[in-house]
């Protein structure tokens, strides 16, 4: 039989089986050709739909791979464009398969057949396909256990069910901790820290050689292409931080700073990082452990908005901080005079320990210069990062969900994660804060332990680094930004420095938020790490007496 003018786009017929979506059969495109003297009951979905053939006719489609053909049509199976071909020798109803045809899925891993198709099963597609005798009238697709399927179009899907057998994990039975028993009783300061107009730079800071480049305006609104220096730009924090800075799309340069015996040149790592396609062009400056930055450093520093200084020596298993403190001290002093004198504008973000005690040294030493204390920080966003990846850990709540404020300071006791203040964390019972408290207390003692003293927390530093420096570009660009850090604050007159929220603005530190209320546990914990804050802060103000920042 051949069509002599355009084929019609669809057949009926009162024999015609088919299980597609429940529709009559539809032709994607009409075959040219069928050889059979009885088509009275052929039926065909050339789009992907089941064939049900009967009678003692042999079938060939025009545009199918390849033929297939019977005499009886009992136990014929096609691969034809991945549907099942399903068959028959007595149609009773058009959705109904009876019989003993066999049934095929052209790229199923087996074939399935029955005598009565009441236990026909498949896994094609992740849904399983059944038939029946009973239904003679009713169409396939509406019967979970006794409809037969479709490959390409299961009714069920394994991966996405409709229903679901139980609560959703997002659901809280405990109750937020919103009632504060009492107010804080630390002393608030008259009002919240109001900082003046930035002191200008003299020429006579600047090297002469330097004074055309060193930036003595703050960079423009919305500007976004900023200079950023990465101090200790090879180590451990140093390498991940570059890397993540790099890809700042407010980082238009930046300068990768390390010494001479440094394990890997800082040249090598410029030129790593500068075969990544982003705009921002890397320099690389190497100097000797025994060079003043403030005599060599003219040419890396100049110009810089924003200089990170993950220096220092790292801290060892039962090391105490204090410890730390003259050496690290004395790595910090070394680049932020040479940072008063060629980018006396730039924020610097010290990732120097310890941090409660070298940024009240260093930022105390930048006033003497008469120059402005809203551009030291101390980078304490590593707590805030700890804290939040706890809280979604337990609760499952989305990370991007989470904002614990971490306030206080930068090491054990003075951290103090405020978990009453995200909806998140607040819904943990309050028995188990005071232990997740001290998580995030000893996490970066868990790192130094498990690194067996051969290195300190390194990876999750240099993220929370490049998090705190996002934020303070964008607050440079004209975008004022909020995250947690260590600076000259007054928020409490026992005080001087203080970690809390801050938002950052075209002149670095632009206000600093207020605490907000505590519960009667992070009230008593802040009324406990006063004295030991207080005793950090002052080994700062020692170290800042006895030293001054050369010219």
Request: aromatic content about 8%; some cysteine; hydrophobic content about 40%.
């Amino acid at each position: 039989m051949s069509y002599s003018s355009a084929p019609p786009t669809q057949y009926t017929s009162s024999s015609v089986t088919s299980a597609y979506a429940g529709a009559p059969v539809t032709y994607a495109a009409a075959p040219t050709q069928y050889t059979s003297a009885a088509y009275s009951n052929v039926a065909s979905a050339y789009a992907e739909a089941p064939v049900v053939t009967g009678g003692t006719q042999a079938v060939t489609y025009a545009g199918a791979p390849a033929q297939y053909t019977s005499a009886g049509y009992s136990n014929v199976t096609s691969a034809y464009a991945g549907a099942p071909v399903v068959t028959s020798s007595v149609q009773q109803s058009a959705r109904v398969v009876q019989s003993t045809d066999a049934v095929m899925y052209a790229t199923s891993p087996a074939q399935y057949t029955s005598a009565g198709y009441s236990n026909v099963t498949s896994t094609y597609a992740g849904a399983p396909s059944y038939t029946s005798m009973e239904f003679s009238g009713t169409p396939a697709t509406t019967y979970a256990t006794s409809s037969v399927h479709m490959a390409a179009a299961p009714m069920q899907y394994a991966s996405a069910p409709s229903h679901y057998t139980s609560a959703p994990v997002s659901s809280y039975t405990t109750t937020p901790v919103s009632s504060y028993a009492t107010a804080p009783t630390v002393t608030y300061a008259a009002a919240p820290v109001q900082y003046a107009a930035a002191p200008a730079v003299e020429e006579s800071v600047v090297a002469e050689q330097f004074t055309d480049q060193v930036q003595c305006e703050a960079p423009p609104q919305g500007c976004g292409d900023f200079k950023v220096c990465v101090v200790g730009g090879v180590g451990g924090i140093g390498q991940p931080l570059c890397l993540l800075m790099a890809q700042d799309p407010n980082v238009a340069e930046l300068n990768v700073y390390d010494l001479t015996l440094a394990m890997v040149p800082s040249a090598g790592v410029a030129a790593d990082l500068s075969h990544i396609n982003t705009k921002c062009k890397v320099n690389s400056y190497a100097f000797d452990k025994d060079d003043k930055a403030i005599d060599v450093a003219g040419e890396c520093l100049a110009n810089c908005d924003l200089v990170l200084v993950p220096a220092g020596v790292p801290r060892k298993p039962g090391q105490d901080r204090k410890d730390l403190l003259n050496i690290n001290c004395g790595i910090a002093k070394n680049i932020v005079e040479a940072c008063a004198k060629y980018c006396p504008n730039a924020v610097i973000g010290l990732i120097v320990n310890p941090v409660n005690s070298v940024v009240p040294a260093m930022c105390e030493l930048w006033k003497k210069k008469g120059l402005d204390p809203r551009k030291i920080a101390g980078v304490t966003t590593l707590d805030c990062v700890r804290a939040a990846k706890f809280v979604h850990e337990i609760t499952g709540v989305p990370i991007q969900e989470v904002d614990v404020p971490v306030i206080g300071g930068h090491a054990g006791t003075t951290i103090l994660p405020l978990f009453s203040q995200d909806p998140a964390s607040a819904s943990i019972p309050q028995e188990y804060i005071p232990a997740l408290d001290e998580k995030v207390q000893n996490a970066g003692t868990v790192v130094v332990e498990a690194k067996n003293g051969k290195g300190s927390a390194t990876l999750s530093m240099a993220f929370a680094g490049a998090r705190f420096g996002s934020a303070v570009l964008r607050g440079l660009a004209g975008i004022p930004t909020v995250e947690c850090a260590y600076v000259e604050s007054n928020l409490f007159q026992e005080l001087q420095y203080f970690t809390s929220r801050v938002v950052f603005g075209v002149d670095g530190v632009q206000d600093i938020q207020e605490v907000g209320p505590l519960t009667e546990y992070e009230n008593q914990r802040l009324n406990d790490l006063v004295p030991t804050l207080q005793e950090e802060i002052q080994a700062g103000f020692d170290y800042a007496a006895d030293n001054e920042f050369a010219n």
